[in-house]
C-alpha cells in the first residue's frame, strides 16, 4: 500500500541531545514537508523540500536541520539549539507544491524532552 | 493578522445531524485553493475536500460539502448526516497561488465532538 511512514511513534529525549525523526513516502511525489504541532494549535511548516537535492525554510526553521538525498526520504533532526521541541511531529507530502495537489501526512512521532 | 480563522475552538452536535464547521480566511491573491482536514484522536491528518478560488461550483465529496462565499471569504465545511466517528479535531487551510511559495497556512482547528 502506497503511504507515508514515520517513526519513531513516540520519542523520549534528555536535554542537549540531538534526535532524528525518520519520514518515508513510496507514493513518487516530489513535494515533502515537515510540520510542528502544538496542543490547541494548527500546523507550523518547519521545512519543505520541492525536489531532491533541495530544500526550503519554513515558519519555523531554527533549531531544525533536514536532508534530502533520496526522492522518498526526508529525515528530520531536532538538534539542541531548539529551546522547546517536545511537541508532535507531522511529515507530509504531495505531487507538487502548487495547485490543488493535496498533501498526505504520516502518522507522526511525537517528542517529549525530558 | 490572522489568514485563516476558525471561531469555533469546540462543538458538540447529535448523531445524524448536520454539522457547518467555520472558516473564513484573509487574502489578497486572486488564486488561492482552501483545503479541510480531519485529525481524529490518532494524530494523523486526513484530507476531506478542496475549492479552488476559481472554481464555479462548491466542492461536494459524500457527506462532506464546501459551502464558499468568495465575498464573504468564507469556505465553511458541512458535514452531512454526522456519525460517532466523525469526532475529531477539523482544520481548515489555504494556499495562495503567488505570494507565498505556496505553502499551507493553517487555522487553529475546531474540535468537533458527536453525541449519541
Known amino acids: 500500500d502506497g503511504g507515508i511512514t514515520q517513526s519513531p511513534k513516540y520519542l523520549f529525549r534528555k536535554e542537549g541531545q540531538n534526535v532524528t525523526l525518520s519520514c518515508e513516502q513510496n507514493?513518487?511525489?516530489?513535494?515533502m514537508y515537515w510540520y510542528r504541532q502544538d496542543p490547541g494549535q494548527g500546523l507550523r511548516l518547519i521545512y519543505y523540500?520541492?525536489?531532491?537535492?533541495?530544500?526550503q525554510k519554513g515558519d519555523i526553521a531554527e533549531g531544525y536541520s533536514v536532508s534530502r538525498e533520496k526522492k522518498e526520504s526526508f529525515p528530520l533532526t531536532v538538534t539542541s539549539a531548539q529551546k522547546n521541541p517536545t511537541a508532535f511531529y507531522l511529515c507530509?507530502?504531495?505531487?507538487?507544491?502548487?495547485?490543488?495537489?493535496?498533501?498526505?501526512f504520516g502518522p507522526g512521532t511525537r517528542l517529549t524532552v525530558l | 493578522a490572522q489568514k485563516i480563522t476558525q471561531t469555533q475552538p469546540g462543538m458538540f452536535v447529535q448523531e445524524k445531524e448536520a454539522v457547518t464547521l467555520d472558516c473564513t480566511y484573509d487574502t489578497s491573491d486572486p488564486s488561492y485553493g482552501l483545503f479541510w482536514y480531519k485529525q481524529p484522536s490518532s494524530g494523523e491528518m486526513i484530507f476531506l475536500i478542496y475549492q479552488g478560488s476559481y472554481d464555479q461550483q462548491n466542492a461536494t465529496e459524500g457527506r462532506y460539502s464546501l459551502n464558499f462565499q468568495k465575498a464573504r471569504k468564507s469556505a465553511n465545511l458541512v458535514i452531512s448526516a454526522s456519525q460517532l466517528g466523525d469526532s475529531a479535531m477539523y482544520f481548515c487551510?489555504?494556499?495562495?497561488?503567488?505570494?507565498?511559495?505556496?505553502?499551507?497556512?493553517w487555522g487553529a482547528g475546531t474540535k468537533l465532538i458527536i453525541k449519541p
Open positions: 523540500s520541492q525536489i531532491v537535492n533541495d530544500f
Open positions: 507530509a507530502s504531495s505531487i507538487s507544491v502548487s495547485g490543488r495537489s493535496e498533501q498526505f
Open positions: 487551510a489555504m494556499r495562495e497561488g503567488q505570494n507565498s511559495n505556496y505553502q499551507l497556512i
Open positions: 507514493l513518487n511525489h516530489d513535494a
